[in-house]
């Protein structure tokens, strides 16, 4: 769960939705207890699919920000995946057109 503060924000507005259109009783039958489920699998899976879908992919190189972030923050950081990230980098300078346009 790299992306914490969407699923925080998500889950905000998601609880705030839920008591606007219930007010703050606890389901009681059987449609209000199914309506809750599904709401819960509902940010469930948007929550998977988030993080999924967001920020690099197993086995992209960490990138410049992230290396800086992970140091700063104290995170280890292998060898190996600096070079990478190094290695990534002259790549795509290479294919950059001169002048950076």
């Known amino acids: 769960m790299g992306n914490w503060r969407?699923?925080?924000?998500?889950?905000?507005?998601a609880v705030a939705?839920?008591?606007?259109?219930n007010g703050m009783q606890i389901p009681n039958d059987r449609k209000?207890?199914?309506?809750?489920?599904?709401?819960?699998?509902?940010?469930?899976?948007?929550a998977v699919q988030k993080d999924a879908a967001t920020g690099s992919q197993?086995?992209?190189?960490?990138?410049?920000?992230?290396?800086?972030?992970?140091?700063?923050?104290?995170?280890?950081?292998?060898?190996?995946?600096?070079?990478?990230s190094i290695d990534a980098s002259q790549a795509v300078d290479q294919l950059a057109p001169p002048g950076g346009g």
């Open 58 to 84: 197993p086995g992209d190189p960490p990138t410049k920000a992230r290396i800086a972030g992970a140091l700063k923050h104290g995170d280890y950081v292998a060898p190996e995946e600096i070079q990478k």
């Open 17 to 21: 939705q839920y008591l606007q259109q």
């Open 32 to 46: 209000g207890f199914g309506s809750l489920v599904v709401g819960v699998l509902v940010i469930w899976w948007a």
């Open 6 to 13: 969407t699923l925080i924000a998500g889950l905000c507005v």
